[in-house]
């Protein structure tokens, strides 16, 4: 039963992080608290100079993408790999997790404190990403099989 559970969380987290990529990748504007944080209104930057607004757009596009690849990645070895109880599956969840996810809360977070009103990027999400990463890995301890 946790190793079923564990493979459930990995899918709404590989789902999410898909999810995620899509609406960075998509997006044609900065999201309000990129704003809020530089000070400055798109239009303001775009007055300003244009490529900063295409660069920032292309730093979204970029981490958009490897949200999606990280998504589909965890997905593919949450079905595959890790279901069948494979070793190293629990080792490639723990590394690809904690290597996006970690970051992910400091930047956010710092985002966050740096934006004195307004809208805030969402931390809690990816702090709450985290956790239940963290709690899918520990309800399967690497090498533990379940019948």
């Not at 992080?17 to 608290?33: D, E, Q």
């Not at 999606?68 to 690809?96: E, K």
Request: no cysteine.
């Amino acid at each position: 039963m946790r190793h079923k559970t564990s493979i459930a969380i990995f899918i709404v987290l590989s789902l999410f992080s898909i999810l995620f990529g899509v609406r960075y990748l998509l997006t044609s504007h900065l999201m309000a608290y990129h704003e809020n944080f530089i000070g400055e209104t798109e239009f303001q930057l775009r007055t300003l100079n244009p490529n900063i607004v295409f660069l920032l757009l292309t730093f979204m596009r970029i981490v958009g993408s490897l949200m999606i690849a990280i998504g589909i990645t965890s997905l593919v070895i949450t079905l595959g790999p890790y279901r069948r109880n494979d070793s190293w599956a629990w080792w490639s969840l723990l590394i690809l997790f904690l290597t996006s996810l970690i970051p992910l809360v400091i930047l956010t977070f710092r985002v966050a404190e740096g934006i004195s009103s307004g809208r805030t990027p969402p931390w809690w999400l990816a702090a709450g990403m985290l956790v239940l990463a963290i709690a899918a890995l520990g309800l399967r301890k690497k090498g533990q099989h379940e019948p």
